[in-house]
């Protein structure tokens, strides 16, 4: 069964510098997508970045990119020039032809002044 | 805005009772999801529906029951309500339902029984 794992339960950046929010997975399909997804306190749930596992170029979104090493099974984001409006919980999520996503617990990010 | 709309925003009721959250999906999306996400937790898949039919099924408890009627809306019913019923409940909807496809997420529903 495919898992999704992210084990920095918080981080905290400073404000202007650059995180990295770690996210790890298991499956055996070689065809799926890896999404981060965006919680700021108001709960809104908010798509930053995708990826294609089936594309070797890293996605990227403004400040926002991806480290995605597929036979390590790896898929990081990394925050750049950190925001204040940057903290929120990020969630890491696996999805494939079949029908739903699997979401990981989540990251709380902490944007320090 | 994702184009998602959900209500109510906040529902308050008591155990026991019964509770109707609704859905309407983006324009031109045609499948639907729900999840439950308690406090301080995770997204806790709860069922989907695809043009009205039901394609795929999480941890929904058998109290809970859904639907998606032929516009596309859809509604998520909770009956015999407990304590631990309390969460935030999302929907999010997707073109065609696949795995592959980006999710959009409605702004949620706070349900507190008291």
């Known amino acids: 069964a495919q898992t999704v794992t992210q084990s920095q339960p918080e981080m905290s950046v400073q404000e202007a510098e650059t995180v990295t929010l770690s996210c790890t997975y298991d499956t055996s399909e070689s065809d799926y997508y890896l999404f981060w997804y965006k919680q700021p306190p108001s709960r809104q749930m908010i798509l930053v970045i995708r990826q294609e596992a089936y594309k070797q170029q890293n996605a990227t979104e403004n400040r926002f990119s991806v480290n995605f090493q597929k036979a390590a099974k790896s898929f990081s984001l990394k925050i750049s020039d950190s925001q204040l409006g940057d903290a929120a919980m990020y969630f890491c999520a696996y999805g494939t032809g079949t029908y739903k996503y699997i979401f990981g617990t989540g990251t709380r990010l902490k944007v320090l002044a | 805005d994702s184009g998602v709309t959900q209500t109510p925003k906040h529902l308050i009721t008591a155990t026991g009772q019964r509770v109707t959250l609704r859905c309407s999906p983006r324009?031109?999306?045609?499948?639907v999801y729900w999840y439950q996400q308690s406090l301080d937790q995770g997204l806790q898949f709860l069922i989907q529906y695809y043009n009205g039919e039901e394609r795929a099924k999480g941890n929904i408890l058998e109290r809970f029951s859904a639907q998606q009627f032929p516009d596309l809306h859809s509604e998520l019913n909770l009956s015999s309500l407990e304590l631990g019923d309390s969460a935030l409940y999302f929907c999010?909807?997707?073109?065609?339902?696949?795995?592959?496809?980006?999710?959009?997420f409605g702004p949620g529903t706070r349900l507190l029984v008291l």
């Open positions: 999010a909807s997707s073109v065609s339902g696949q795995g592959t496809e980006t999710q959009y």
């Open positions: 324009s031109g999306d045609l499948s």
